[in-house]
């Protein structure tokens, strides 16, 4: 299979055809369902298939695919070698060395002059790869993966002193690092490949892992390929991927796709959309026994914590003076919210219900119970704070999305016993995007999903130095204790210090209440029976190097 642009004009029919047919196999009408082709759909769609503007789940799936990084996360989100075999961290903490894997090659391209059928990854490769993400010309999302290396140090603080090793140096101990590299921005790109198409490399990725690019047509569908000279193999020796093809459509009714895997178009659907919430699952969260024989459901606690975000920098217009800065109304609030019935009710039972920020799964999650909502301990807090019955309090406004909206319409008739007086505003993603983070929105609603496997990741949120629109601090939280436990985590000389610091800065912000925790999400996973060697893990990436379908050898 060739590499294809974008189709255009009259066009369009004929080259469309004519890839759908390659991928079928050429012989015959309906080889299309051939086992040895794995079939999802992506309402969403992408933009680009370059790793360093992979932001977000929907490319992230497909850049694991086509590429490879140093480590990675196993499902137990350990981190694990891939192209490095292993590293050694000296320095104390500050500089990591990483030694490369042999005879692992890049994807073929006919059209890149000289590359032919690729070549060898060296060292160098990886520097340039991430190098690319500091790079203003490129924009990428993921240069903050690097912020703590050392630019005073050789290479910026990467360097490769021979063909088989990256030296990593860091201006200080940092220990998340070696998880930042498990993100999909510290792929390893083909510099080549990368010069020869410039900005439309997003269309035209080369890199070295198990499935290569075949073709993409934007808005309708993409296919991948299995790449003939991957290095992995699985414990029985087998060559890895075990799939001969990977098609993705992007058709944007959510509902069809739920439907397409009833009736064995798509192998696998992700999430729970409320298109097919009801149909799915019965009322205790479980997959309906009319729909067993024909799907199955899989499921593991996601790194992600949805909640309700307070402004409170008392510089903002919408924040001065309000009633919100005393921490016992935002403890009320809080306290009326029956979390339990909302992840039993509007979520299926498909999220876990918290009062804590950092997700349990987490080492350094301070211990929890389940959340009980306390409307007379509410009441009496408001009291407290001069405000009994809710008298005296302005109505306040809940921006968020239409995706949250029946969540929002919950709380605000939690809090409406209360006798607050809450008002819902719903508007565009990025029209809410932009408001919290310019400090416009008192009450937000909002989701956090962990980049990397650290509590870190969930917990900087909250630091002085991380105030948005610079960084995603949206509360303007501020309080010196919580930085400087901070500060003490990145330098503990042992694990378990760290934890301990963790804890203590989870616990602060349950005590303080800058956001409200509502629920931790799960990844749920809807399968194909055929569907062989899945993994499922709690940052919801997609490994498809060990999947296969009943009949593949």
């Not at 104390?92 to 005879?103: A, D, I, K, P, V």
């Not at 306390?374 to 306040?396: I, M, Q, S, V």
């Not at 909002?446 to 130095?465: I, M, Q, R, V, Y």
């Amino acid at each position: 299979m060739g590499f294809f642009r974008s189709p255009a004009g009259s066009a369009f029919g004929v080259a469309l055809g004519a890839v759908l047919w390659g991928i079928a196999g050429g012989c015959q009408p309906g080889a299309e369902q051939d086992d040895r082709v794995f079939r999802y759909n992506e309402s969403a769609g992408i933009t680009s298939l370059d790793p360093a503007h992979a932001r977000s789940l929907e490319p992230m799936w497909l850049v694991d695919q086509i590429f490879d990084g140093l480590v990675e996360l196993d499902d137990a989100l350990r981190i694990q070698p891939l192209l490095a075999t292993h590293w050694e961290v000296a320095d104390s903490g500050r500089t990591y060395t990483f030694y490369l894997r042999e005879g692992v090659r890049f994807h073929a391209h006919p059209e890149v002059p000289g590359w032919g059928e690729g070549r060898e990854l060296v060292a160098s490769d990886v520097v340039f790869s991430l190098n690319r993400l500091r790079d203003p010309a490129v924009a990428s999302s993921g240069g903050w993966i690097l912020e703590a290396l050392d630019t005073n140090a050789a290479g910026r603080g990467i360097e490769a002193p021979d063909g088989s090793r990256v030296v990593f140096h860091l201006k200080e101990a940092f220990p998340p690092f070696l998880g930042l590299l498990t993100t999909p921005y510290a792929s390893v790109v083909a510099p080549e490949v990368v010069a020869h198409f410039g900005e439309d490399f997003r269309r035209q990725p080369v890199g070295t892992g198990p499935f290569r690019l075949a073709w993409w047509v934007e808005d309708v569908a993409c296919v991948l390929h299995r790449h003939p000279g991957y290095w992995e193999r699985d414990e029985a020796g087998r060559p890895l991927p075990r799939l001969e093809a990977v098609h993705v459509d992007f058709a944007q009714d959510a509902g069809a796709e739920f439907l397409g895997l009833l009736q064995g178009r798509y192998d696998f659907v992700s999430g729970l959309h409320s298109a097919y919430l009801e149909e799915a699952l019965d009322a205790e969260g479980g997959l309906r026994a009319g729909l067993q024989d024909r799907i199955r459901m899989e499921q593991t606690p996601f790194l992600k914590t949805d909640y309700i975000g307070i402004q409170l920098d008392p510089h903002y217009p919408v924040s001065q003076g309000s009633p919100l800065q005393d921490v016992r109304v935002r403890q009320a609030l809080s306290l009326a919210v029956d979390r339990v019935a909302i992840a039993r009710h509007l979520r299926r039972g498909a999220v876990v219900a918290t009062d804590h920020f950092t997700p349990p799964g987490l080492p350094g999650a301070a211990p929890r119970g389940v959340p009980a909502r306390d409307e007379a301990r509410a009441r009496a807090l408001l009291a407290e704070a001069g405000f009994p019955g809710g008298a005296g309090l302005p109505p306040w406004t809940l921006l968020t999305t239409t995706e949250s909206l029946d969540l929002c319409a919950a709380l605000q008739h939690q809090w409406e016993a209360l006798g607050l007086d809450i008002r819902v505003e719903v508007v565009a993603p990025a029209t809410h995007r932009e408001q919290v983070a310019r400090g416009e929105a008192l009450l937000f609603r909002k989701s956090w999903l962990a980049d990397h496997p650290d509590a870190e990741n969930f917990l900087s949120l909250f630091l002085t130095t991380n105030f948005a629109p610079g960084g995603p601090n949206y509360t303007h939280y501020s309080r010196p204790t919580f930085d400087a436990l901070y500060r003490s985590a990145m330098k503990a000389p042992s694990d378990a210090l760290r934890y301990e610091a963790y804890a203590a800065m989870d616990s602060l912000i349950a005590a303080d209440l800058p956001v409200i925790p509502l629920f931790h999400d799960q990844v749920t996973h809807f399968l194909s029976h055929a569907v062989q060697g899945w993994s499922i893990n709690p940052v919801n990436r997609l490994d498809l190097r060990r999947v296969y379908k009943d009949s593949a050898p």
